[in-house]
């Protein structure tokens, strides 16, 4: 069992609604299990609709004032909650590890990357600032100001529990509305702890809260009359229901999707460095990113080349509990979804890949309840192979030969999700092409995952993202402020 001095009497994690801490009061709720061990770490209760009530109304009441709190003491508490992530990230990072089963490194740097949201939003004195324009007409001046709209819900995935929420959570706060976090029921004791944290920061009652639960808590914030705006992170058919419910109930919303990413690699690339990054972001946090890219598109000149170097960077990696440090591939998240990325492997065979490397049969010696796989890497994909155009989620890759960067761009562009891709090349007219025709949110040449800082947007397109703005950065501040224009004149008569 996890020690968190806010769980329940029985351990149960418990809401964060009005400044203080509650269990929730619906009937289901499921276990919090270790992926590497099978120990059962927590219960998380679901929400009920008077939960959610609560919160809300909690949220409502706390807005009154906040927005109208000067912004530069709306950014104190900020400023107190990005100390005390530092100071406890290496405790935050041990306990993901432990709910998640992603590997120690790999922890850190996702609350790294969360951190600096929190870092961006104490810029928001000047980040909301609108424009204004003397003599916009005769003797008129005009002035554009931007206002917070209410109460935001974020609803988020299981995968990066420590960062996606604080793609919104600093944000919202700063611009002046309140918040909610809906995080995900299979990890939600980072959430858990950071609310601890929030606890301490400062923030007045009801401006952040922490609403736990499952597809009916989260359809009860989704037709919920009072809250303003949604944010989604999450699979594609839950992102398009979250899309569609809340826009329907009057809501803004940015609904991010699931994803399916290529590499491409051309003739000219460095194909050790390629390789590398290639294997890293495919089977990192064992494939359970949105951003990772497992379909490798090569030129044909240097397609067998390549392969042996990437068969070689697959072999080398360790698969382990991720709290251990020569480990370089931890858990996948539960029993369910190792078995459903099993499936895909053997759907890859059934329609004719071939499978070069099988990482399924791997046991890791002290953790056999673990759900742990090993790379597994397929050549001779085609593009209308189930594991060429469907999400996998685990550390399977597969490589496809293409004529030229002409015929790889086709690939991706022909693609369901437009999440991310990357090129390696040393052309700059290939780095070109790329840039000006691959219809893709994050794009990264040379770089093997393509995660935009958090000054700049979290970019997705096609089935990977509904709605218009996007998370991070100045889209944000847009996302949760509207803007009033006004025309003044003052006659001097
Ligand atoms: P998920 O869609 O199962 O769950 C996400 C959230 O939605 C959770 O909080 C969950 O409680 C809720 N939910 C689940 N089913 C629901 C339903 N039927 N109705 C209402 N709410 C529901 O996603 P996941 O498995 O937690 O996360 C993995 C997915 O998220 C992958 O597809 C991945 O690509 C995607 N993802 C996308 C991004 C991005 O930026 N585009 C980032 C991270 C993860």
Redesign the pocket.
């Given at each position: 069992m996890v020690e968190l001095q806010s769980l329940s009497a029985t351990g149960d994690v418990q809401n964060y609604v009005g400044g203080t801490w509650k269990r929730a009061d619906g009937d289901d709720g499921q276990d919090v299990i270790n992926p590497a061990t099978g120990e059962e770490l927590a219960f998380v209760p679901f929400s009920s609709e008077s939960d959610v009530d609560d919160a809300v109304a909690s949220g409502l009441e706390a807005f009154e004032e906040w927005s109208t709190t000067p912004v530069e003491a709306r950014i104190q508490p900020l400023f107190e909650l990005k100390q005390l992530l530092e100071d406890h990230q290496e405790e935050l990072a041990e306990l993901l590890v432990q709910e998640h089963g992603k590997t120690l490194p790999e922890a850190r740097g996702e609350l790294r990357r969360g951190i600096e949201n929190v870092e961006v939003a104490c810029g928001i004195p000047s980040m909301m600032q609108s424009g204004s324009l003397l003599n916009a007409a005769p003797g008129i001046d005009e002035s554009a100001v931007r206002k917070p709209l209410g109460v935001f819900a974020a609803?988020?995935?299981?995968?990066?529990p420590g960062m996606?929420p604080l793609?919104f959570l600093p944000y919202a706060v700063a611009t002046g509305n309140s918040f909610i976090l809906?995080?995900?029921?299979?990890d939600p004791l980072v959430a858990q702890r950071m609310f601890e944290l929030i606890d301490e920061a400062g923030f007045p009652d009801g401006v952040v809260q922490l609403v736990n639960?499952?597809?009916?808590?989260?359809?009860t914030l989704?037709e919920h009359e009072d809250i303003a705006g949604i944010s989604?992170?999450?699979?594609?058919?839950?992102?398009k229901?979250?899309y569609e419910t809340a826009a329907a109930h009057g809501k803004r919303v940015q609904a991010?999707?699931?994803?399916k990413n290529h590499i491409i690699v051309t003739e000219t690339a460095d194909l050790e460095f390629a390789a590398q990054k290639t294997v890293a972001s495919a089977c990192a946090c064992a494939g359970?990113?949105?951003?990772?890219n497992d379909v490798v598109v090569v030129e044909e000149a240097v397609y067998d080349d390549f392969t042996d170097l990437v068969l070689e960077e697959a072999e080398s990696q360790t698969v382990g509990y991720g709290l251990d440090d020569s480990v370089d591939i931890g858990a996948l998240?539960t029993p369910e979804?190792e078995q459903h990325v099993r499936n895909f492997i053997e759907t890859g065979i059934s329609e004719g890949a071939e499978l070069l490397l099988d990482g399924r049969d791997v046991t890791v010696e002290g953790y056999e309840d673990g759900n742990f796989l090993a790379p597994s890497v397929f050549a001779g994909l085609e593009t209308d192979m189930v594991i060429t155009r469907e999400?996998i989620?685990g550390p399977v890759l597969g490589l496809m030969s293409v004529a030229d960067i002409d015929e790889a761009i086709d690939v991706l562009n022909e693609s369901q999700f437009g999440?991310a891709a990357s090129l390696f090349t040393g052309s700059g007219l290939d780095a070109r092409k790329f840039r000006h025709r691959a219809d893709v949110?994050n794009l990264g040449v040379n770089v093997g995952t393509s995660a935009p800082m958090a000054f700049f947007h979290?970019g997705?397109q096609r089935d990977?993202?509904f709605g218009d703005l996007h998370?991070q950065g100045e889209d944000m501040i847009h996302f949760y402020t509207d803007k009033n224009v006004y025309i003044e004149r003052w006659p001097d008569n």
């Open positions: 609803i988020t995935p299981f995968n990066f996606i793609w809906k995080p995900s029921e299979r639960g499952s597809v009916d808590t989260v359809n989704l989604f992170v999450g699979s594609t058919p839950v992102a229901h979250v991010q999707g699931g994803a359970e990113r949105c951003l990772a998240i979804h999400e989620f999440n949110g979290f997705g990977s993202f998370a």
